[in-house]
């Protein structure tokens, strides 16, 4: 079972690790979408602009080796000539276009068609290298357009992610500031509790469990914790079955072993802390719980009868079992109960009771 403290501290550090794993997480998925974002910007600027412009300067030259070579030569052989040419211009014709450059390029495309031609005429070469060195022009224009937005969508970039980081640190400082601030609440809380319930005057010598005069303080004020601190506190009671007669047959000696040996138990399973366990007297304990639930107090109940019973103190004299047992009565207080601690006490002692007279070894809720 989990105190306050334990409860609240745990639950807001897991808090923070969250946060700060969704903050690292989050901030990488928008550096590395906004990154991708500007990957495909520069493979568009680079691949569909740059690389058509150098097959473009390629259709140029090789029509300018053309036009030399015929003027050159009469019989020159232009078919080299024009395959080339009509391989680069393919290349560039089928990469990657806006809209408004595929309406450009068709209209040029049938030029080319005309132009390569095997018996063009020269005056259609120059012609074609007018519009070669249009569409160069063209495409740097457009690569320089692409440029700016790139440099627009960057700038736009940065400052989204400076402006996430800055409100992701904010939260992030907002979280830390109000865990910090509950610690030291709770810590004051609980280095009240120790330092007023907790010292040697207030230990039963032989089980080393708080005694009756800390049981009497702490539980006068039950109420009033639960209540300031809106708690649901609980209140058990306990009694080894039959020792009386495990006395009679084993002898004071063993008594005080098993009354050890149970104590232990208790004190190792309530070990946290707001969780206290008390020798009332003789073989009766008490167990204070602050901060519990039902289904919670209900476990331990079921577990403590099994802790004991697991020691296998030997018992042939119990009625119910051939080991030493213990049975319980427990009581829940709410902040919205007016019980005093008297009343809560009766409670647990007849809820106690009735544990002993329906067979024993067994709790009462």
Known sequence: MKNDFVKTLGFKLILLLVTIILTFFTTIYMFNTQIDKLKLQIDSIFFANLVPVLKLQKVENSYKDLIICIKENKSCKRKPFIDKIHKNWQYYNKSYKTIEEKMVVVRIDKAMNEALKVNASIQNYKLMLQKIDFLIAYEIDGAYKERKIFLNDYLSMKNYLLYSLIVLVFIALAIISFIIVSIIKKDKDLNYLNKKYKNDSITDAMTKLYNRKHFDTLFDHLPKISKENHWKSAFIMCDIDHFKQYNDTYGHDMGDTTLKEVSKVLKEYFNKEYEYVFRLGGEEFGVLLFDTDLSILEQCLDDINKN?????????????????????????????????????????DQKLYKSKNSGRNKYTL
């Open 308 to 348: 004991i019973v697991r020691l296998q103190i030997e018992h042939k004299n119990s009625s119910c079992l051939p080991f030493v047992s213990i049975s319980m009565g427990a009581v829940m207080y709410t902040s919205k109960n007016d019980y005093s601690s008297n009343q809560l006490y009766k409670l647990a």
